[in-house]
């Protein structure tokens, strides 16, 4: 990974993307460093992620709630203010969501088993 210099962010400033999920949509805000990235994400009402993600993740909510369902049946409940971490490879999850959430996602190189 490279060095990062003080670095501040203006969200309002950063490119909206849109990613169609099994069923609703997830919108990202991304910021690439390197082997580090950093996401505010945005899940809609009803959103349910089209994979099994086995990447790993540092995820904090920001706002709503949302369920982080594990492979192995296992869900968990996020809530504002809470986070989950996982390393690269160490578990199958995708997101679902009932109403809109907004999370703070950051991964990278730091994350490899």
């Known amino acids: 990974m490279t060095n990062i210099p003080f670095t501040t962010i203006d969200w309002t400033a950063i490119e909206r993307t849109e990613h169609k999920g099994e069923t609703g949509t997830s919108f990202w805000q991304t910021l690439q460093f390197g082997g580090l990235r950093i996401r505010i994400v945005e899940y809609s009402e009803g959103y349910l992620a089209d994979h099994w993600c086995e990447k790993?993740?540092?995820?904090h909510c920001l706002e709503g709630e949302?369920?982080?369902?594990?492979?192995?049946?296992?869900?968990?409940?996020?809530?504002?203010?809470?986070?989950y971490v996982v390393s690269?490879?160490?578990?199958?999850?995708?997101?679902?969501s009932k109403s809109t959430v907004k999370l703070l996602i950051?991964?990278?190189?730091?994350l490899k088993a």
Do not use: A, Y
């Open 56 to 59: 790993g993740h540092v995820v």
């Open 106 to 110: 950051v991964d990278g190189d730091f």
């Open 88 to 96: 690269d490879n160490l578990s199958s999850h995708r997101s679902l």
């Open 66 to 83: 949302f369920t982080s369902e594990l492979k192995t049946g296992e869900k968990v409940i996020l809530k504002k203010g809470m986070s």
